[in-house]
């Protein structure tokens, strides 16, 4: 697989064209980013700990039967990716409440939910990713009533593979945001997990402590955010 063009560059990652369209390559870069881009930095390792991290997690969902759109990993920053067309939301899934959820309700973060949460935003930071349900997605033509069903049904799904395999290692997982889209070698099918899982997209507290080990060490100013991420990779089992 040989490397092209630079197509688009996040916040996070660069993604880079191949010589087969099907397939895409993402770089993983040093750079973190908060609160819609307003805070940004540069941390050392970032990159390469999260190419790994998320390579191993997508493999343990593709392992348990959830499509993803992670291929291989490359090298210490990059990995292979199907290229997708993306459904502009982003979904989250609550085992704990905290952040937004928390402020929104009057809700203390660490409040136990009886049963996961599921909750659509809108994919813009401009807008600052507004709260959106499941009407606005389909009037607005973002996706169809059967994406919006598979939306949920695969988050859940994901959501019981990682809940115990992050238990295991003694860890919380709160919350998280997946985004989902539809390979463009098979635009018709199924969507399939796209974009990353990392500690840059998730709460994780350590299920005794209850110490951050994920992005809000970054937002919050608490120091040591990538030995925490490296932690969390150590504590899962992912090769760093
Ligand atoms: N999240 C994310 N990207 C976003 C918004 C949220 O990865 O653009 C993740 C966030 O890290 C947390 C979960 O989704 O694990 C829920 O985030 P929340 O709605 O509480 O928003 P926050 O105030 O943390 O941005």
């Known amino acids: 697989?040989?490397?092209?063009?630079?197509?688009?560059?996040?916040?996070?990652?660069?993604?880079?064209?191949?010589?087969?369209p099907a397939y895409l390559i993402m770089h993983y870069r040093d750079d973190v980013s908060a609160f819609d881009g307003v805070k940004l930095a540069k941390l050392d390792k970032k990159g390469?700990?999260?190419?790994?991290?998320?390579?191993?997690v997508m493999a343990k969902l593709s392992a348990a039967g959830v499509a993803t759109?992670?291929?291989r990993l490359l090298n210490e920053r990059e990995s292979l990716v199907k290229a997708m067309k993306m459904i502009p939301v982003e979904c989250v899934v609550r085992n704990v409440c905290a952040g937004s959820m928390a402020k929104r309700y009057g809700i203390a973060e660490g409040t136990r939910l009886p049963e996961?949460?599921?909750?659509?935003?809108?994919?813009?930071?401009?807008?600052?990713?507004?709260?959106?349900?499941?009407d606005h997605i389909r009037v607005l033509g973002w996706a169809s009533v059967d994406e919006i069903a598979q939306m949920k049904t695969l988050t859940h799904r994901v959501n019981a593979v990682l809940k115990p395999l992050f238990a295991?290692?003694?860890?919380?997982?709160?919350?998280?945001?997946?985004?989902?889209?539809?390979?463009?070698?098979?635009?018709?099918?199924?969507?399939?997990?796209?974009?990353?899982?990392?500690?840059?997209?998730?709460?994780?507290?350590?299920?005794?402590t209850g110490e951050k080990l994920d992005k809000d060490r970054f937002r919050r100013?608490?120091?040591?955010?990538?030995e925490h991420y490296r932690e969390v990779g150590s504590r899962i089992g992912a090769p760093l």
């Open 116 to 134: 996961p949460i599921f909750e659509f935003f809108l994919k813009s930071d401009a807008l600052h990713d507004p709260l959106v349900n499941d």
């Open 69 to 71: 759109h992670f291929v």
């Open 48 to 56: 390469e700990t999260n190419n790994k991290i998320n390579a191993y």
């Open 1 to 20: 697989m040989e490397k092209r063009q630079e197509l688009y560059k996040g916040k996070a990652k660069t993604v880079y064209a191949t010589d087969d």
């Open 168 to 208: 295991d290692a003694g860890i919380d997982l709160v919350d998280y945001k997946l985004e989902f889209g539809h390979p463009v070698a098979d635009p018709d099918g199924p969507l399939v997990l796209g974009d990353e899982f990392t500690p840059d997209g998730c709460r994780l507290w350590d299920a005794k």
């Open 221 to 226: 100013d608490l120091g040591s955010v990538i």
